[in-house]
């Protein structure tokens, strides 16, 4: 998506990318010490976990449905990050 930003606007709105930058890596952080809690709770690489969760072997447990949204929730992170960092 192509915007039209008049040329003494840039400089604010690269700011604004950089603290929004800032906050997603903060968020990053916490979400990865939550997914690391899980697998050491459950001896399991997420690597692992997502293979056999989405494969139906572990069950319904609340907590797998919530260490699968903080991975998907993680890659999202990684993708905006990336893509604001290419800004």
Do not use: C
Request: zero cysteines; proline letters at 1%.
């Amino acid at each position: 998506m192509n915007v039209a930003i008049a040329d003494d606007a840039i400089p604010v709105v690269k700011e604004s990318i950089q603290k929004e930058v800032v906050l997603l890596e903060s968020k990053k952080h916490l979400v990865e010490t939550e997914i690391q809690e899980f697998e050491e709770k459950y001896h399991l690489k997420s690597s692992e976990f997502l293979v056999k969760f989405e494969s139906g072997d572990l069950g319904d447990s609340q907590n797998f449905f919530e260490w699968w949204g903080l991975l998907t929730g993680l890659k999202k992170m990684e993708m905006n990050i990336r893509s604001m960092s290419n800004s």
